[in-house]
């Protein structure tokens, strides 16, 4: 089954205005599968260079000019998977550039630190990027049609939405723990020459058992053995191989508000259920309310990012244990998610502190009958 990505058509519409464009993404999220989708619809000469080969990576460190006129050759289409294997790419590419402006440039990697940093200086004002995340709602729905999307909730829930998992239903248990062991903790690891894989999956297991709390990192050090500083720095290396994100306590104006809160989320819940090996249905769960939140907040984020609708994300708390699940800040309005997968528990106003003191746009209850609404509104 193909599925057609949402950015497919904002991509094409880049194509040959003189900038390469890339694409940013976890590992298995389908970059490289997305890359094919838009060679096929070409009709123009086109190479692929794909940087698991050590020929190619060989040939692209360090290559002058004389030797892009020969790889470039007749080709009017230069595709580049996974980049961030080459030392250096970011001067290779601004040469190609600079030197080729009528062919277009195509790059795929799956880690967001060693190719900021690779290529943030040298293709200044030279690239589109585009970030992938895993098969959202909207894409399913126009690849799938609304009630299968229904449907498969409970299912999404479980074994979240890579691609592989979405179009191989057969062992999605298998497919996930592959992901998870295989390519989980390639870049991680790779980032600053990491040695310490069982510290990784120590912090990931307690990020699991904590999804939807707040955290502290002073309890995590002490949790898997090692010190604050150490733990912070991999929650930030894991945020930026699109592993986990972070959300920030909200706090301005209130004294009462917390302020160095924060809670951390998965970017896909069936990454979250591999690291600790559940598997178990919803009925059988104790978890299902964080797993309810933790797939909304994920589902509103990628409809964000795909339809440049930016705006910052929080959480809110105070002292006195009033609180919201999730905020939104845009324009200098809020608008306020409150996530609830059983419809009778249900708070039906804005906690009132917060109500007088900010400019609120909507306050949503979001539920399993309701949330697709709330995913793109």
Known sequence: MKIERTIQASIEAKMFKGKAILITGARQVGKSTLLKQLMEKQDKNILLLECDDPVIRQTLTDINLAEIKTLVANNKIIVIDEAQLIPGIGRSLKL???????????????SAFELHNSLNEPLTGRKFEYHLYPISTEELINNNGILSVKQSLEQRLIFGSYPDIITNKNDPKELLLNITESYLYKDVLAIENLRKPMLINKLLTALALQLGSEVSYNELAQIVGSDTKTVEKYIDLLEKCYVVFRLNAFSRNLRNELKKSKKIYFYDNGIRNAILRNFAPIELRNDVGALWENFFITERIKYNHYHNHYANYYFWRTTGQQEIDFVEEADG?????????????IRTSIPKSFKDTYSVKEFNIITPENYIDFIFN
């Open 96 to 110: 190609m550039i600079d030197n080729n402006p009528d062919i277009q440039i195509l790059v795929s990697g799956s």
């Open 333 to 345: 309005q809020f608008a306020l998610f409150e996530m609830k997968w059983n419809p009778k528990r």
